[in-house]
């Protein structure tokens, strides 16, 4: 369905979207109307992120399918397949060819449903989020002329085409099993690891790497069938991070590598109106996850609300403060932004001290 874009506050009486400029400058402005919403743009390993407003259609699903699509409306020459939006505190996998004009363009996102970890033929830990179906819920033109047993219960797994997943061997195994975020709950302190619990495994038959190809993007697809578990599937604490793994060697263990990374720390992200200011404080790290010292940094706040808030700088951390009344209810981001770090954004909560 076509949709035309009419500026809202345009003093020309002819207005409307008699031009792409004056339909590009239509749809600009509606992007900062409640019509649209802010949304972050993330690269295949999430070290690169974008802020962004976007307007978001297909909120309304018919049926559990549709449930996990939705289209998203951009300024053209943002995104491509194989980008992740987040949006409403999930993943969504830019699935399908970014198309449209000069005034926008739209994205068909899938939603993720699940973290893959795996260990790569080099040793290294590799996570993606992916949006997982079963495989008897996809036709044969979808998979290839192999034989699959449905009743082996298999997967099929849309992720991003990098040069990491597309050289995943065959054969590599997965554990994907939502009891494992209930199995890291009862893990105490004191715990010795590995963790073993029941799990479902998953072995790496088959990468799909046309259907969904772009050239300059795409997506693949994992077709995975269920394995049986192994003595060593199961979580194992590696730097302080819990990774649920299979074909772990304690002889030789995987590699972890550390993205430059950016933090904003506080004691909780929700700013009392007229009480003490709410402090929060940038952290970076390097490449090993060590911390370092870094200032060419700048703070930025989200919203349309800016004004009615009162910021102090000291060091490496802001204060917040308002005594605005009428911001209660409200929430806002707050966003930490460097050339050499990946942005690193939180959630701010405006509440009344009870």
């Known amino acids: 369905m076509a949709i035309n874009w009419y500026l809202l506050n345009t003093k020309d009486l002819l207005g409307g979207c008699e031009s792409s400029l004056s339909g590009y ?39 559990e399918a549709s449930s996990r699509q939705r289209q998203i409306l951009t300024v053209p020459g943002v995104c491509k397949a194989g980008m992740y939006i987040y949006y409403k505190e999930k993943y969504w996998l830019i699935v399908g060819l970014v198309s449209g004009n000069q005034i926008y363009e739209k994205a068909i ?21 992916v949006s997982i179906e079963p495989l008897s819920q996809k036709t044969e033109s979808e998979i290839g002329n192999d034989y699959y047993d449905v009743k082996n219960e298999g997967m099929y797994m849309l992720l991003p085409d990098d040069e990491i997943s597309m050289q995943t061997k065959e054969g590599t195994r997965f554990i994907i099993d939502k009891r494992c975020s209930i199995y890291e709950k009862e893990i105490k302190p004191e715990s010795a690891y590995p963790i073993i619990r029941p799990v479902n ?12 190809n772009y050239e300059n993007s795409g997506v693949i697809a994992f077709v995975a069938i269920q394995d049986e578990t192994q003595a060593t599937d199961g979580c194992y604490l590696i730097a302080n991070q819990k990774y649920w793994l299979c074909n772990y060697d304690e002889s030789n263990p995987p590699i972890i590598s550390y ?4 933090e904003i720390l506080c004691d909780s992200p929700v700013l009392y109106v007229g009480i003490d200011s709410l402090i929060c404080t940038a952290k970076f790290f390097d490449e090993s996850g060590t911390a370092i010292n870094y200032s060419n940094y700048t703070w930025e706040i ?14 490496n951390s802001i204060f917040i403060y308002t005594d605005d009344l009428s911001l209660i209810g409200k929430d806002f981001y707050l966003v930490l932004k460097s050339s050499d770090f990946t942005d690193a954004e939180i959630k701010i909560e405006i509440k009344a001290f009870i």
């Open 109 to 129: 996102v899938q939603l993720c449903n699940f973290k893959l970890t795996w260990i790569d033929a080099n040793r290294n830990i590799v996570q993606r989020w």
């Open 259 to 262: 993205p430059n990374s950016a």
């Open 201 to 212: 495994v998953y072995k790496l038959k088959k990468i799909e790497t046309i259907q969904m």
């Open 302 to 315: 989200v919203c349309d609300f800016q004004n009615r808030l009162e910021l102090f700088y000291s060091d």
């Open 25 to 63: 400058d239509g749809f600009s402005e509606a992007l900062q109307t409640d019509m649209a919403v802010n949304v972050a743009l993330l690269n295949y390993d999430l070290t690169w992120k974008r802020n962004m407003r976007v307007i978001v259609q297909g909120n309304f699903p018919d049926n």
